[in-house]
């Protein structure tokens, strides 16, 4: 079957900076920029170049410090946006610019003050402004999914007539759902005469907790590229994050049948840089990178996994770079990941023995939340002297 190829469009420097509380230096944006490069990121948006004149340069030092991938920035539908942008990434290898007006009538009404007509106006006057500098332009009608479907038509039709190479269909406010969002994405394309002529992209927010599952639903509906962040911040509930959608489009080939650039052997290694420089914490039990996403705990689930690991694990922690598997051992745990335990710290234990022994570690099991190694290796001591007595 025909495998689709889908771009990843990374912008934590971007609507991850819209995190409370998160703000990246020039340096550190350099890094993280390099380090996306290096996890196969297609695109990355450094920033917002209009914003000020410390994200002007910032965007401008990761601009001409990448190497494959390409660099954009933000731009409202303003001359002086564009300008900044096209000043801020003239000069790296491969640049793109990012295009983006509210087209919602919540937003045309309280937020922009226009019209429709004035609306679709600004639309043809400021992508084709920015083709004149920009050959990749992608526009965003920000709050698509709360704009009236054959507005939102009319909208692309005319951004994709000036010039627009890259339509990104944002869910500003994490509003949809996986199945409206396909349907959205159905009706675009029976409707968008030149749907096929250029690239559509999904940016999804996660205020309903569906940000990755939207994006996902885009992707199998049409669109071909996917932006959002790592860890999933950003603005609010933060962004779909590409490490799990990545991940998704990895052990769901079968369904997607899409592939993309992305090494998901590195993925740690991002994942932790930006938790890092981000002073996010990565939570435990995260999908991908969570200390507990390759830790299994209950005894059922240890005897499976000693048994086969694709009991209980459908990708191997070593393919997102997570070192090893993990059976902690606590009250659930059953003896069979006992014994292997005691067997690994360089005892030999019969079945008959774990008899005795089991029935030990479960009374500390009960009153501790993890039973360590130096644990282990105590009840061994004991029973021990005790059988040699
Ligand atoms: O969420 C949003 O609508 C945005 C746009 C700028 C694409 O971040
Ligand atoms: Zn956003």
């Not at 190479?165 to 949809?176: C, K, L, Q, R, S």
């Not at 890092?276 to 990565?282: G, L, Q, S, V």
């Amino acid at each position: 079957m025909c495998k689709k190829q889908i771009e990843f469009f990374d912008t934590t420097l971007r609507d991850g900076e819209q995190t409370i509380g998160v703000n990246f230096d020039i340096e550190t944006k350099v890094q993280i920029a390099q380090e996306l490069e290096k996890w196969g990121v297609d695109v990355i948006e450094a920033g917002f170049p209009a914003a000020s004149k410390a994200d002007f340069k910032a965007v401008q030092a990761v601009a001409n410090s990448l190497d494959t991938a390409c660099v954009t920035g933000l731009a409202r539908a303003v001359t002086k946006d564009i300008d900044a942008c096209y000043a801020a990434t003239k000069d790296a290898n491969h640049k793109q610019i990012h295009v983006f007006i509210a087209t919602s009538p919540i937003h045309r009404e309280f937020k922009l003050h226009m019209t429709k007509e004035e609306n679709l106006a600004a639309i043809q006057k400021y992508v084709s402004y920015a083709k004149q500098f920009f050959e990749k332009v992608e526009f965003s009608p920000e709050d698509a999914t709360r704009t009236e479907p054959e507005y939102l038509v009319q909208a692309i039709n005319t951004a994709i007539d000036s010039g627009a190479t890259v339509i990104n269909i944002a869910d500003t406010v994490g509003y949809t759902n996986p199945v409206e969002f396909g349907k959205l994405f159905d009706y675009l394309q029976a409707n968008v005469p030149r749907f096929n002529e250029v690239t559509f992209s999904v940016h999804c927010h996660n205020d309903l907790g569906m940000a990755d599952a939207n994006a996902l639903a885009g992707i199998e509906h049409g669109a071909s590229r996917i932006e959002g962040t790592i860890n999933g911040i950003g603005e609010r509930a933060g962004n779909s994050a590409l490490e799990e959608v990545a991940v998704a489009l990895k052990v769901r080939k079968d369904f997607y049948q899409a592939h993309d650039n992305i090494n998901l052997e590195k993925t740690r290694d991002i994942c932790e840089m930006v938790s890092d420089y981000t002073k996010m914490p990565i939570p435990n039990n995260k999908a991908v990178v969570g200390t507990n996403a390759f830790s299994h705990e209950s005894g059922i689930h240890q005897d499976g996994m000693l048994k086969n690991h694709s009991t209980y694990e459908i990708l191997t922690p070593e393919s997102v770079g997570m070192g090893a598997t993990n059976l902690p051992l606590g009250k659930l745990s059953g003896s069979h990941a006992v014994k292997q335990k005691i067997e690994q710290l360089g005892y030999d234990v019969s079945n008959e023995e774990m008899k005795i022994i089991f029935p030990i570690f479960k009374n500390i099991a009960d009153q501790k939340p993890i039973v360590s190694t130096s644990d282990l290796k105590v009840i061994m001591n004991e029973y021990e002297v005790t059988a040699n007595e």
